[in-house]
């Protein structure tokens, strides 16, 4: 069975940072591009950032780039997003998502709420 567990949300106050973390089991980790979306209420979807399996290319939406930033530890199973100088309109669930070829997993969310 696939999971995808994210953990590390919760509140904070804008300029500061967290780190979300999802580890995976039931899937050969490596060999996926791992991504991290979130949605926002009322809002649509988004991609925030994904990482390529074998090369590891990272892309960023436009609206995060230079503050977040993808990892991954292929022996961990474990994707990260580092998030620095957050704002309030980051505040979100964050997901976690695994893709390759026809396969598309995501985890359950974790909450981003970025407030003073």
């Known amino acids: 069975q696939v999971q995808l567990v994210e953990s590390g949300g919760g509140l904070v106050q804008p300029g500061e940072s967290l780190r979300l973390s999802c580890a995976a089991s039931g899937i050969t980790f490596r060999t996926y591009g791992m991504s991290w979306y979130r949605q926002a209420p009322g809002k649509e979807r988004e991609l925030v950032a994904s990482i390529t399996s074998v090369s590891g290319i990272r892309n960023y939406a436009n609206s995060v780039k230079g503050r977040f930033t993808i990892s991954r530890d292929n022996a961990k199973n474990t994707v990260y997003l580092q998030m620095n100088s957050l704002k309030p309109e980051d505040t979100a669930v964050y997901y976690c998502?695994?893709?390759?070829?026809?396969?598309?997993?995501w985890g359950q969310g974790t909450q981003v709420t970025v407030s003073s």
């Open positions: 998502n695994a893709r390759k070829d026809w396969y598309d997993y």
